[in-house]
């Protein structure tokens, strides 16, 4: 049972590069999410899904874009990468509200 | 506005020693809570939750304690061993129109041997 698992781990792209961060998730769960970390700040809700073809804001959703086309997927796209987007990503999982989120183990990204 | 924040960044704790991380939140509406453990490198993971009708709940090692009247959370963990070393932080739910989890920015942990 693999839980949630991000590719790729690390990546580094140049401003104005675009790219896309895959999620992927085993345990049948209807809501995911995508958050950032960054030094001395919380983790930050950039997007989530309640269901497969459902997508909604979340806190910090400006420059970033998801798709859940399949219950299991869920993809986490920069169209033009700014350098305050340097962080590292992280997708969760869980069944419903106020039950455990189940966290990736993240993608660090960094833009120059 | 709402936050959830930490009494201490760090924490040093003697090897078998129990440890209590604090955690402080100021939505008086917020009704469900998490703490979290992350490890470097690593995603974070779930410890033990506890929901706004409960003042206490027990888990393996763990203990969490809520008092709703100062808004305050912390974690016990007791007899710690040098794998308990990372940053711990607790998030909370609140709904606005939709649900919310808000997370603290962490204590770090370190287990002296």
């Known amino acids: 049972n693999a839980g949630v698992t991000q590719t790729p781990k690390f990546r580094v792209l140049k401003t104005g590069q675009s790219m896309t961060l895959l999620c992927a998730q085993d345990?049948?769960?209807?809501?995911m999410y995508w958050y950032r970390q960054d030094p001395g700040m919380g983790l930050r809700l950039i997007h989530y899904?309640?269901?497969?073809?459902?997508?909604a804001k979340g806190e910090v959703p400006d420059g970033y874009n998801v798709s859940r086309l399949k219950k299991q997927n869920f993809l986490l796209g920069l169209e033009s990468a700014a350098p305050s987007q340097t962080s590292v990503y992280f997708c969760?999982?869980?069944?419903?509200?106020?039950?455990?989120?189940?966290f990736g183990n993240g993608t660090r990204l960094t833009v120059t | 506005g709402e936050s959830v924040g930490l009494h201490l960044p760090t924490l040093s704790v003697q090897e078998g020693d129990n440890s209590i991380i604090n955690c402080a939140y100021s939505?008086?509406?917020?009704?469900?809570f998490i703490w979290y453990k992350q490890e470097s490198g690593k995603g974070p993971q779930f410890i033990i939750d506890?929901?706004?009708?409960?003042d206490k709940r027990q888990g393996q090692r763990v203990t969490v304690l809520l008092n709703k009247t100062v808004k305050h959370l912390s974690l016990q963990i007791a007899a710690t061993q040098p794998g308990d070393s990372a940053v711990y932080f607790c998030?909370?739910?609140?709904?606005?129109?939709?649900?919310?989890?808000?997370f603290g920015t962490g204590t770090r942990l370190t287990i002296i041997p």
């Open positions: 969760a999982s869980s069944w419903v509200v106020r039950s455990p989120l189940h």
């Open positions: 345990m049948n769960h209807e809501y």
């Open positions: 899904s309640v269901g497969e073809g459902t997508t």
């Open positions: 939505n008086s509406a917020s009704d469900y």
């Open positions: 506890i929901r706004s009708n409960m």
């Open positions: 998030a909370e739910n609140v709904y606005f129109g939709n649900e919310k989890l808000t």
